[in-house]
């Protein structure tokens, strides 16, 4: 393969461990997070790891040490999410946690464009070597300066609670033992039957990831600024649609929002498929309206999910439940990556034409991906208290 390297077997293993690794240890620090209720000091904690195996990144040219870097990168991002999550749903009434996320996720994403095309800018003037190593050191330093802003979040958390607290203690002191917990508004079962259909879901979605650059590099052929310019517009639309999500859950419940998604996401696959038939030129610009409408759906599913999850969570248990249902999105991605690129690289080997096994598996996945999203979910939308 020209720009990846390597089989389409280690670009399944890879694709797949960058997922696994960020999410696997979720559960662990989300229990910690939620029996101190400290969630400011492991918020911090996090940060700090997270920035530190950044500037690692950016410091080192030893692939021992950048393997390292990696690993610890990934420990500070599995203790940052699952405990902010649970941060949001403690500091939010269930009517405004959409919302909360929806604005968090906004600055969230305005962070990745500006890293995606700061870092695709680096790395086309001063090569790939230097290049990438500033791109590192450039996201250890946004790190460090969200550090600072959660410093002063924990000072004012140590002097008094979140005004729109009723239930919930506040966020540095346990509570007492007899504080009222509250009850969750979708029940576990079905809780339990939106966490399996999303990791079914997850998995089936996850066999084209190895597919996606062997069809942008070896397909049509794009260069580096090509693909930056995929991924900024991406997260550009999703940027853009983000702030309507609340609205939407306002008058439709989040479930059903979340089974429209994955019903339109599973025909993103048909759009990859014709691809591989145009030009490289025309092939770029339907990847490029491929994100545009992408978006949508992605921007759905970025609020609705954690919605649901913090609705279903009581409240010792909130940032555990983030961790479980991320901690298993992972490990889905694991295997549904992974083996996909395993198989695909066995029958390219045996001669199979690339074009054809994209458009194949491509189409499978359509098929795969429509069928969960229809048939996956056993939940009772109309009994659930809309969000």
Do not use: C
């Not at 070597?129 to 450039?138: C, D, H, I, V």
């Not at 009850?183 to 084209?208: A, E, F, G, N, R």
């Amino acid at each position: 393969m020209r720009i990846i390297g390597g089989s389409v077997a280690a670009l399944g293993i890879l694709t797949a461990v960058a997922h696994v690794i960020p999410n696997i240890l979720q559960p662990t620090w989300g229990k910690a997070s939620d029996r101190s209720q400290k969630r400011v000091f492991w918020l911090v904690l996090g940060t700090v790891i997270l920035a530190i195996g950044l500037l690692l990144m950016a410091m080192t040219s030893s692939p021992t040490t950048m393997l390292w870097a990696v690993v610890i990168h990934a420990v500070g991002l599995s203790m940052v999410t699952p405990v902010w999550n649970g941060l949001v749903t403690d500091m939010y009434s269930e009517q405004h946690r959409a919302r909360a996320f929806a604005r968090l996720g906004q600055i969230g994403l305005i962070a990745n464009v500006v890293g995606s095309a700061t870092a695709g800018l680096i790395v086309s003037i001063q090569g790939q070597g230097e290049g990438f190593a500033r791109g590192f050191a450039f996201a250890g330093i946004i790190n460090l300066i969200g550090l600072l802003v959660l410093f002063q979040l924990s000072k004012t958390n140590r002097t008094k609670t979140v005004p729109v607290l009723t239930t919930s203690p506040p966020i540095i002191i346990p509570p007492s033992a007899d504080l009222h917990l509250e009850h969750p508004t979708i029940p576990d079962k079905d809780w339990k039957s939106y966490l399996h259909s999303q990791w079914m879901y997850i998995l089936v979605m996850s066999i084209i990831w190895p597919l996606v650059p062997l069809t942008m590099l070896d397909v049509l052929n794009l260069s580096t600024l090509h693909i930056v310019v995929f991924v900024v517009v991406g997260q550009l639309s999703t940027l853009i649609w983000q702030p309507h999500v609340p609205t939407m859950l306002e008058k439709t419940h989040a479930i059903t929002l979340i089974r429209r998604a994955r019903l339109y996401i599973s025909l993103i696959p048909i759009a990859y498929a014709l691809v591989t038939f145009w030009p490289s030129q025309w092939g770029f610009w339907l990847m490029i309206l491929i994100q545009i409408v992408y978006g949508h759906p992605v921007a759905v599913m970025n609020i609705a999910a954690p919605t649901v999850v913090s609705s279903a969570s009581p409240q010792m248990e909130r940032a555990r439940r983030f961790g479980i249902h991320n901690a298993g999105i992972g490990i889905a991605a694991l295997i549904g990556s992974s083996s996909a690129g395993l198989v695909l690289d066995a029958v390219l080997k045996n001669g199979a034409s690339l074009t054809t096994i994209l458009v194949g598996v491509y189409l499978l996945s359509t098929l795969l991906r429509s069928t969960v999203a229809w048939f996956g979910f056993k939940v009772d939308e109309q009994s659930a208290v809309p969000s």
